[in-house]
């Protein structure tokens, strides 16, 4: 029997020099969404590792809608980390690092074009400089997720101060733009080979945060999704995003591979900017598009924090949402069909 330890502490790990396995900071990680593996596991003969005691009726509520529940063992012996990758600890931080998809991305005009890879506020600041017609800007330093460590502001509030604070290695600083959707395309990949393309539609905070998103059964059931929300057409992008995980596998990549893309505004257009950055692991879309092939139907992904909840006169109102995290967590999660 294969025993999971879900590792949600992945970028920690290839990136913060002071990480610790099993300390508070990475148990308080985990934690929050350790359940998603009951979400995309198929498998009825493995076991799940975990500290975290699971009430006995949230995973009866699981079964009843269909999911497979695990075994559940704090015996740590043997088992597999699942949600990085943990092959080639080296590579894995190239492939992870917002720095190799931004030189990627200028190089083969896939993106970044007004961006820069800059190592001090004084670089930062010559940048913004430089192109005055861009009003609001974004440094985002090379590692992290869902917007963590990111820092916007005006061309004209620079502030050095805060600036030098961020800046302690090279970071990516960029225009920020008026971002209309966002879109994960993940490549199923195994031993370097693509079996399968899906894309999600990626629900984001102002400031990065993930807040949840919207899977269908196939491509070409979300392309049209997307087609009649937007107005868009995203077969651009499903072939670019196809080049792109290639280049990821010419570089080493063995395993599942998303690209981060968004759709922005620009003198009253719809533009693509096609890669922002690629996540060298599994993700929260590999979850939006494991509902949406179980019930065979396109679906959404709520991600919505307690307090967004209690302002939400009418959030459960909504008899057709399932809620699918325990209790205790911050934020709390439901699956509501979209068709």
Not at 6 to 22: A, I, K, M, R, T
Request: charged share 25%.
């Amino acid at each position: 029997m294969n025993i999971y330890k879900v590792d949600l502490d992945y970028e920690s790990y290839l990136f913060d020099p002071s990480y610790v396995e099993n300390g508070a900071q990475s148990k308080k990680i985990i934690n929050e969404f350790e359940y998603v593996f009951f979400l995309v596991n198929k498998d009825p003969d493995c076991a799940l590792c975990t500290s975290r005691n699971y009430d006995k009726n949230y995973l009866e509520r699981l079964k009843k809608n269909d999911f497979v529940i695990p075994a559940i063992t704090s015996n740590e012996e043997g088992a597999i980390k699942w949600w990085g990758n943990h092959h080639n600890y080296s590579l894995e931080k190239e492939l992870n690092s917002k720095l190799t998809s931004a030189r990627l991305a200028s190089q083969k005009n896939w993106g970044f074009s007004a961006g820069m890879i800059v190592d001090s506020a004084q670089m930062a600041r010559l940048h913004t400089k430089k192109n005055p017609e861009y009003k609001n800007w974004i440094i985002k330093r090379p590692f992290g997720f869902s917007g963590i460590g990111h820092y916007q502001f005006e061309r004209e509030n620079f502030n050095s101060f805060i600036v030098s604070k961020i800046i302690t290695g090279p970071v990516l600083i960029e225009p920020l733009y008026d971002r209309v959707f966002d879109i994960g395309t993940t490549f199923i990949v195994e031993d370097g080979v693509i079996k399968r393309q899906f894309m999600v539609e990626n629900a984001i905070f102002e400031n990065g945060g993930f807040r949840g998103g919207v899977g269908a059964p196939d491509v070409d059931k979300f392309k049209k999704y997307i087609q009649e929300k937007y107005h868009y057409d995203l077969s651009e992008l499903e072939k670019i995003t196809q080049d792109i995980a290639q280049e990821y596998i010419k570089m080493g990549a063995i395993k599942n591979i998303q690209i981060d893309s968004f759709v922005y505004k620009h003198d009253g257009q719809l533009k693509l900017y096609p890669l922002v950055e690629v996540n060298y692991r599994k993700t929260m879309g590999l979850v939006i598009q494991s509902l949406a092939d179980k019930y065979e139907r396109t679906i959404e992904w709520r991600v919505n924090s307690k307090k967004e909840i209690e302002k939400m006169t009418n959030f459960y109102d909504d008899t057709t949402m399932i809620r699918l995290s325990p209790d205790g967590t911050h934020f709390q999660t439901y699956l509501k069909y979209l068709s």
